[in-house]
């Protein structure tokens, strides 16, 4: 069985940092596009960034971009988020998801993905 294992997350005050980990067993996650996605209480799941397997182009919501940064270390088979000026409404459940779509369009959707991992929860709050 494909596992994804997120790792990194807690609770840090808002405009702090955290680096998310994503690593795998069983499979190398350079042939795949790997997405980070959330999903805070009571709301659905959202794309929150994604590199794509082909070209290692990246791409991010709108809310995150230039704050949020995704990288792959193939030496350590891991994509990391590095996440800086952390804000309340970045409160949720963080998911890394794999795919093997070279879509770039469906780079950020949670219906492309073909593995997830289990999440590791961010809580931003003083």
């Known amino acids: 069985q494909l596992q994804l294992v997120e790792s990194g997350g807690g609770l840090v005050q808002p405009g702090g940092s955290l680096r998310l980990s994503c690593a795998a067993s069983e499979f190398t996650l350079d042939k795949y596009a790997i997405g980070w996605f959330r999903q805070a209480p009571g709301k659905g799941r959202e794309g929150v960034a994604c590199i794509m397997s082909i070209d290692d182009n990246t791409y991010y919501r709108p809310s995150v971009k230039g704050r949020f940064t995704i990288s792959r270390d193939d030496a350590k088979n891991t994509v990391f988020l590095q996440m800086s000026n952390l804000k309340p409404e970045d409160t949720a459940n963080y998911y890394c998801?794999?795919?093997?779509?070279?879509?770039?369009?469906?780079?950020?959707?949670?219906?492309?993905?073909?593995?997830w991992g289990k999440g590791t929860l961010v809580t931003v709050s003083s």
């Open positions: 998801a794999a795919s093997l779509s070279t879509v770039q369009a469906q780079c950020l959707m949670d219906y492309a993905m073909n593995y």
